[in-house]
């Protein structure tokens, strides 16, 4: 008779309680390492969408204003520029989950090339002169919004005729410590950070303002 070896030998088609522990602790660690530069990965993606859109943005107001000669820049909020007391200057908002633009004009030039829908439901809100105001879009009605959310939550393009004739696009963006981005300031950090990725310059402005605000 064949003697059976195999009746008391242990089952050896599973995992050990001890094995299966281990692999659940390389899993672990593999993750740990691999997560966060996926993140970071996803992050500068969401940077360069950002900036490729700015950019893209300038080139759309430079061409505009090339059309132009009665560009309306006016800002509606009571920082200016000029020592006369009036702005020369406007800017387009994108923020999380909504765009704001410093006229109806450029509001429109979104509207024209498809940024905000043709019936988006457009809200005033602010502004120093009777019959102006910052207009508001709710993401819900555009396809313009900003990507990132670490590097920065926020950024705005600013465009500005300067005393030679011709135009300025700069740049500033917000790292907020707010819930509410309507109570955040531009950040130097994140605007000198947004600036390398569209390639562009700092509203240096904007950020003193933000500085002399803390």
């Known amino acids: 008779m064949k003697k059976n070896n195999n009746i008391n030998s242990p089952n050896r088609k599973g995992f050990t309680l001890v094995e299966l522990i281990t692999v659940i602790s390389i899993v672990a660690v593999m993750a740990a390492m691999i997560v966060p530069n996926l993140l970071k990965l996803i992050e500068k993606a969401n940077n360069t969408r950002d900036a490729n859109e700015a950019k893209d943005l300038g080139k ?10 009665d560009l309306n820049l006016y800002n509606p909020w009571s920082t200016n520029l000029d020592p006369d007391g009036t ?7 994108v923020g999380k989950d ?3 633009t410093s006229s109806k004009q450029m509001m429109q030039m979104l509207i024209d090339n498809g940024y905000v829908k043709e019936d988006a439901a ?3 809100r602010g502004g120093d002169v009777p019959g102006e105001g910052e207009q508001q879009v709710y993401k819900k009605d555009t396809t313009l919004m900003c990507h990132s959310n670490h590097n920065w939550v926020a950024y705005e393009i600013h465009f500005r005729i300067m005393p030679d004739g011709n135009l300025d696009i700069s740049y500033c963006a917000t790292k907020a410590s707010t819930n509410n981005l ?6 130097e950090k994140a605007t000198k950070l947004f600036c390398k990725f569209a390639a562009g310059h700092t509203d240096e402005f904007a950020i003193e303002h933000a500085n002399h605000n803390y």
């Open 60 to 69: 759309l107001i430079m061409s505009m204003a090339a059309l132009d000669d």
């Open 87 to 93: 702005s020369s200057w406007g800017y387009i908002y």
């Open 98 to 100: 909504d765009v704001r």
């Open 122 to 124: 457009i809200r005033r």
């Open 182 to 187: 309507a109570d955040a300031d531009a950040d």
